[in-house]
């Protein structure tokens, strides 16, 4: 078994393969108050009552746009697991052809994510995660990393108007029944969910008009299934994607 650690700004999505199969699926925070030891803990004792212990961990390997989190999560595995994890970055195989103008900007989880839509769904494709940010990534019927596009997140909108403002709530982000809302908990979420989908649509749309061809939309994040629910743009939710995404990487290794 491997271990497949997703590190982002808000939250670490930890998956474990038994070779081409997720076996287990785990979500923590992604805090710097938290020490190796911290995670440690938290993650022996979850995968126990999944009856997995670390000696039946062979490998990991770690995608991160959280670099200040990166020495955190190396040193559990190393003392807990007793690997030495891959990091995705310059240097190592992806299998994925990058065409962009500094290969290097990439966010890591970008790439692991168009590997797996490009091994599992083929290309050509868009490949859309809706985390934090939300992240538009084209992907050739050659595997070739085209670029794309970076918007903010649903979550990060609705964390801004609450912050931003002195008067608006905090609001479950959830579909509301009419964009026509009657009260200020629907308002906001007519103005953040609809909006949120517009842009995804638009960006969509647009990206298929300057490619010029027909694109497969992938949608992953904790957020996608939002999307899909109320627009027919995603062909795809894979709220595992970039877990399948590193363990392939892996197994070029």
């Known amino acids: 078994m491997i271990i497949a650690l997703d590190v982002g700004n808000t939250n670490t999505k930890i998956g474990i393969f038994d070779g081409d199969k997720l076996a287990v699926s785990l979500r923590m925070s992604s805090s710097m108050s938290k020490t190796g030891d911290e995670y440690g803990f938290y993650l022996i004792g979850m995968l126990k009552n999944k009856d997995i212990t670390p000696d039946d961990i062979d490998g990991g390997i770690i995608s991160s746009v959280n670099p200040n989190l990166n020495y955190t999560f190396e040193h559990m595995l190393d003392y807990y697991f007793g690997i030495k994890p891959y990091i995705v970055g310059s240097g190592i195989r992806t299998g994925i052809n990058v065409k962009y103008d500094n290969p290097k900007e990439v966010g890591a989880d970008r790439i692991v994510g168009c590997v797996a839509a490009y091994n ?7 490949v859309i995660d809706c985390g934090t940010a939300t992240t538009f990534n084209v992907v050739t019927a050659n ?3 085209s670029g794309g596009a970076i918007g903010v997140g649903l979550k990060s909108s609705a964390d801004a108007l609450y912050t931003g403002t002195a008067k608006l709530p905090k609001v479950e982000l ?7 809302g009657k009260n200020t908990i629907t308002n906001m979420q007519s103005g953040l969910v609809f909006g949120y989908v517009s842009m995804v649509e638009g960006i969509v749309a647009r990206i298929k008009r300057e490619f010029g061809s027909d694109l497969k939309v992938i949608a992953t994040g904790g957020l996608s299934e939002i999307v899909a629910s109320c627009s027919k743009v995603i062909d795809v939710v894979d709220r595992t994607l970039t877990l399948k995404g590193l363990n392939i990487v892996y197994r070029l290794q």
């Not at 599992?120 to 868009?126: A, E, L, S, T, V």
């Not at 959830?174 to 026509?180: Q, W």
Request: aromatic share 12%; hydrophobic share 35%.
């Open 120 to 126: 599992i769904y083929g290309g050509p494709c868009i």
């Open 143 to 145: 595997g070739e990393f």
């Open 174 to 180: 959830t579909v509301p029944k009419s964009v026509i």
